[in-house]
């Protein structure tokens, strides 16, 4: 089976331990990309997170992809929206209300910005504003919006608060959106059918491929629903064991071009 | 005369070129420091932002001093206040309101924490957040305590609105302030009495000692007050013309462990 579409997790997997891009990777992609082959980035960062990595990979124009918010977007590199889901309004009040009663940090993205009602501002909220390039809005929950794509929400604090969040989040949050533990310090939510398998399948199909015709590449939880969909999904040597248990094989770790290992062998003739 | 207390500038002087600590520069300042010499670093920045090089340099306690806020605040390296020059509720509210009229984002900064009522965040806000390691409120103008500690204010904001708001600020401002340009995006306001000699003069005479018992090594503008209070006063080899003619020696550069040279010829041996 001829690979036309590698989708690439960034965080643990194109990224090495420093999250840096190796040369070893630039040169895989560049050359999967000569080939025709569509290399398309799935992350759970912003467009605005994504953009270094996508000039330092050589990918521009409208012919490019890339998935973020872990599939709520689906866009060409050059901006140009796809596939799009938001949260709505009322989804933003109900999950405000629920981080205020566990008193939990929270935040929530549109393309643009990084809104908190929080006063007293995370610390991971901070960071995260400054290396994903996104500005950050004090905005009261009275005073949001009502009309503002969301592609996701965030309860954002230390990992044991969110350790006690995700056991006590009531199991209707659960069966009303798609909530995914994307890092220590964060809990995502995001509408009920996005995930990056499903945004995925999305994209191959409007491109003509097939399952059989994608290679998905990733690490975490959130990587789970593009590699049981791709026709061969392939763990990082670092990923958890959940992802390489559904894995068709596992690669060597982000700490030694896991990414261009799997190019070269799987893609790459 | 006996060296008793050594007032170190941070930037330019006791870090090197790479804003790192030299081991010799560690040793020196250790030696004197277990000879029951007062090492004393001085800075622009809050503790929390000296905190790795306290660390490294071993300086903990009560009986370790600090002058932060470029003379703002001096305090025990375990956070007791021993001076303070900080600015007054009503300073706040006059600079808050000219930040406005100038259109320039505005923050203050206390011993604990940064405080905007900027509702959209400036990214130079969030930067002196992760340089310094001091969490971002929010709080509205209305919301800030008469009672707050204000260290000092500052107009932080994109390096051409800076610029222009350097030429905007009214002289009234700058004869009732003391006030400085440390980057290219950030003017900081002090009280007038705040200055790096000021206050080692303050802290020395708390401390039982006189001027002629004190050492002050520096390189810049800022540093001027405290060499000309010093008994000895020692340039840095790459010290400003201002700051030679005003010590009454010379070190090697910061490139070259000035600092430790001078400690050696002046205090251990």
Do not use: W
Request: proline content about 4%; aromatic content about 8%; hydrophobic content about 40%.
């Amino acid at each position: 089976m001829t690979i036309k579409l590698i989708a690439v997790d960034i965080d643990g997997t194109l990224l090495n331990e420093n999250d840096e891009l190796t040369p070893g990777t630039i040169q895989a992609i560049q050359a999967a990309r000569d080939q025709g082959i569509k290399v398309v980035l799935c992350t759970g960062r912003p467009l605005t997170g994504v953009t270094p990595y996508l000039e330092a990979l050589g990918l521009s124009g409208d012919d490019q992809y890339v998935i973020t918010y872990n599939g709520s977007i689906a866009e060409t590199v050059s901006g140009k929206v796809l596939t799009k889901h938001s949260l709505s309004y009322n989804d933003y009040v109900d999950l405000e209300a629920l981080a205020r009663k566990f008193q939990v940090h929270f935040q929530v993205l549109t393309p643009d910005h990084m809104y908190t009602a929080d006063q007293d501002i995370s610390p991971h909220t901070v960071t995260e504003s400054h290396f994903v390039h996104l500005p950050l809005r004090y905005r009261a929950a009275s005073d949001m919006p009502r009309d503002l794509l969301m592609p996701t929400a965030i309860f954002i604090d230390d990992a044991p608060v969110l350790d006690q969040v995700e056991e006590q989040l009531p199991r209707e949050i659960y069966d009303r959106f798609y909530v995914v533990r994307t890092m220590p310090y964060f809990i995502e939510v995001l509408s009920k059918n996005v995930s990056k398998g499903n945004t995925l399948a999305e994209l191959a199909t409007t491109l003509g491929f097939t399952a059989a015709e994608v290679m998905a590449i990733g690490d975490q939880n959130n990587d789970l629903p593009m590699l049981t969909y791709a026709g061969l999904g392939v763990a990082m040597g670092n990923a958890n064991d959940a992802v390489k248990a559904v894995a068709d094989t596992v690669t060597t770790p982000n700490t030694a071009d896991g990414v261009a290992t799997a190019i070269q062998r799987y893609a790459l003739p | 005369m006996t060296i008793k207390m050594i007032a170190i500038d941070i930037n330019g002087t006791l870090l090197n070129e790479k804003n790192e600590l030299a081991p010799a520069t560690i040793a020196a300042v250790q030696a004197a420091t277990a000879k029951g010499i007062k090492v004393v670093l001085c800075t622009g920045r809050p503790l929390t932002g000296v905190q790795p090089y306290l660390d490294a340099l071993e300086l903990s306690g009560d009986d370790q001093y600090a002058i932060t806020y470029n003379g703002s605040v001096s305090q025990t390296v375990s956070g007791k206040m021993m001076t303070n020059h900080s600015l007054s509720y009503n300073d706040f509210i006059d600079l808050e309101a000219l930040a406005r009229k100038l259109q320039v984002h505005f923050q203050i900064e206390t011993p604990d924490y940064i405080y905007t009522p900027n509702k959209d965040i400036s990214a130079y806000t969030i930067a002196e957040s992760m340089l310094v390691k001091m969490l971002i409120r929010y709080r509205a103008v209305g919301e800030i305590s008469r009672d707050l500690t204000i260290s000092k204010a500052m107009f932080v904001d994109h390096k051409d609105i800076i610029d222009r708001v350097n030429d905007e600020i009214p002289q009234e401002f700058r004869d009732r302030f003391y006030v400085v340009q440390s980057t290219p995006f950030f003017v900081e306001i002090m009280n007038k009495q705040a200055s790096k000699g000021n206050t080692l003069g303050e802290l020395a005479t708390k401390l039982g000692f006189t001027a002629d018992d004190v050492m002050a090594i520096g390189d810049q503008g800022n540093d001027l007050t405290m060499i000309e209070y010093a008994g000895l006063g020692v340039a840095m080899g790459n010290a400003i013309d201002e700051v030679k003619k005003a010590a009454q020696v010379t070190t090697l550069t910061n490139v070259e462990d000035g600092v430790a040279a001078a400690i050696h010829k002046y205090v251990l041996d």
